[in-house]
């Protein structure tokens, strides 16, 4: 089993910055990837970024150029950098990785923190 904590979220207001941090725990485990994700009030989940092990990343259309995604291999945390917030960036925040424990390959979530813009 591996563990996510979610860390950093909270209520800024329009054009502000937050940084969200996920860090992964357990037993011998490796990570092939780490992102983020959030949910809005009666909205589905959707991506926000993703990046590789190897370092390579992925954002979603409405993020490209705000946000920056970073992981800490040794560490094993990823980290949202979000500048220029907006309200449509209102909602809850998870972490996810993408793990391989020995011989299986599973995808954990965290249990999501809370970013609210202001107007």
């Keep these: 089993q ?9 209520e800024v207001q329009a054009g502000g910055s ?7 725990s357990g037993r011998e ?19 926000v970024s993703v990046i590789t092990r190897g370092g390579s990343t992925n954002y979603a259309d409405s993020v490209k150029g705000r946000f920056t995604i970073s992981m800490d ?6 980290y949202l950098q979000m500048n220029s917030l907006k309200p449509e960036d209102t909602a809850v925040y998870y972490c996810n990785a993408d793990c391989w424990e020995v011989l299986t390959r599973t995808s954990y979530w965290g ?3 809370q970013v609210t813009v202001s107007s």
């Design 111 to 113: 249990q999501g923190t």
């Design 2 to 10: 591996v563990q996510l904590m979610e860390s950093g979220g909270g």
């Design 18 to 24: 937050l940084r969200l941090s996920c860090v992964a």
């Design 73 to 78: 291999n040794v560490k094993k945390m990823v």
């Design 29 to 47: 485990f490796s990570i092939n990837a780490m992102g983020w994700y959030r949910q809005a009030p009666g909205k589905q989940r959707e991506l």
